[in-house]
């Protein structure tokens, strides 16, 4: 009776024990951690490098003052845009006014003179028919003939010299574009004949050019992956996080390696229609060098760092994460990650709440929705 009594209690507490690690694995499995898991994106990627550079307009044009004289004023509101031809700078006309009225006056009496020797020369060689007149007469006759025509040349030249100088007092704009501050005041005096005198600058902004260096070696293995042409396109960003990104259309090379730097100039174009870009921003130059045909790609907010570099947590059939080292490349779209080791295209990962998980921790997966 009395081991009978035993084998019922051993029974009702071996019952109890089950049931008791029954019940906590549920719970264990009813607690595991729900996780937002995805797929790597698989598609063609172009790989890039950046590389430091700045703009500069199509021209930048000093605006001078060639002529001595009193500024008259300025005809342009500083900072906006001028058209060609529009009148910037006025020195001083008037001297340069009568210059030109006593050309005109000279060349008139030039013109007379020559006039009157043409018509002595002719009776000259009428008269030396008659024998009323020398040979010496007759060659002194031609003689002013040749002066008289010098003198006209001579005095259509000092015409033009002077509408020249004329010209020069009315300064114009050569070109359609941005205008900087006068660098003197209405009343100062310009000896522009002396040597010409900068009284702003015209920048011409409808077309920019993007500078930057690559190194030979980085130019030799573009070459070697597969010719690249001077009309490829690239893209470079103005400010920091992509703020302004526009595409420039590569126009330049440099003939040669510039020995101290070990590197080639490159210069692209592109448009400036709106005016936006301004010559002598700095700007970030991204140049494509290489396309990986079947590119595996996750969130880049999705990878971890450590002492031993970049990590992700994948998880597998049987639902357990598993902490996974990864070799990563470029960002592509601003928000993916090329990763080049370290993942399979049908893994999944885990894409929120890093955090959160542990190398071998049970989780309850949930496929993100494909964007």
């Known amino acids: 009776m009395h081991n009978t009594m035993k084998r019922i209690i051993f029974a009702i507490t ?6 008791s690690c029954s019940e906590k694995k549920e719970n264990i499995a009813a607690t595991s951690l729900p996780i937002e898991v995805a797929h790597p994106v698989i598609q063609e990627v172009t790989l890039t490098r950046e590389y430091p550079g700045y703009l500069d307009a199509d021209a930048t044009v000093a605006i001078v003052g060639r002529v001595n004289g009193t500024l008259e004023g300025s005809y342009y509101t500083a900072g906006q845009r001028v058209k060609k031809d529009n009148i910037l700078f006025i020195i ?17 009496t030039a013109k007379a003179n020559l006039e009157y020797a043409e018509n002595n020369y002719e009776r000259m060689k009428i008269a030396i028919k008659r024998n009323a007149v020398s040979q ?3 060659l002194q006759a031609q003689t002013n003939v040749e002066t008289g025509k010098a003198a006209v040349s001579n005095a259509e030249a000092q015409l ?11 300064i114009k704009a050569p070109h359609d574009g941005l205008m900087s501050l006068s660098t003197l005041s209405t009343g ?25 260096d690559i190194t030979d070696n980085e130019w030799l293995q573009r070459q070697k ?3 690249v042409e001077q009309d490829d396109y690239i893209t470079f960003n103005l400010g920091g996080d992509n703020y302004f990104r526009r595409k420039a259309k590569m126009d330049y090379l440099s003939p ?30 991204i140049l494509p060098y290489k396309k990986v045909e079947d590119g595996i790609l996750i969130k880049d907010a999705s990878i971890g760092t450590d002492q031993l570099g970049k990590f992700i947590y994948i998880v597998n059939n049987s639902d357990i994460a598993e902490y996974r080292h990864i070799e990563t ?34 989780v309850t997966p949930i496929m993100e929705k494909e964007q």
């Open 188 to 212: 100062s005096y310009i000896a522009g004949a002396v040597s010409p005198v900068t009284l702003a600058t015209l920048y011409k902004d409808d077309i920019m050019y993007a500078y930057f």
């Open 136 to 138: 010496i007469e007759l």
């Open 92 to 108: 001083e006309p008037t001297l340069y006014k009568d210059a030109v009225k006593q050309a005109e006056a000279a060349l008139q």
């Open 14 to 19: 071996l019952t109890t024990i089950i049931g």
């Open 160 to 170: 033009s010299t002077a509408k020249t100088n004329l010209g020069y007092c009315y």
């Open 225 to 227: 992956r597969g010719k």
């Open 256 to 285: 040669n390696v510039e020995l101290s730097t070990g590197t080639l100039r490159v210069r692209a174009e592109l448009k400036n229609n709106d005016g936006f870009l301004k010559a002598g921003s700095y700007i970030s130059v």
């Open 329 to 362: 490349g470029d960002v592509v779209n601003d928000s993916m990650r090329l990763v080049t080791s370290g993942l399979k295209k049908d893994e999944r990962y885990v894409t929120k709440g890093l955090m959160k998980v542990r190398n071998g921790m049970k």
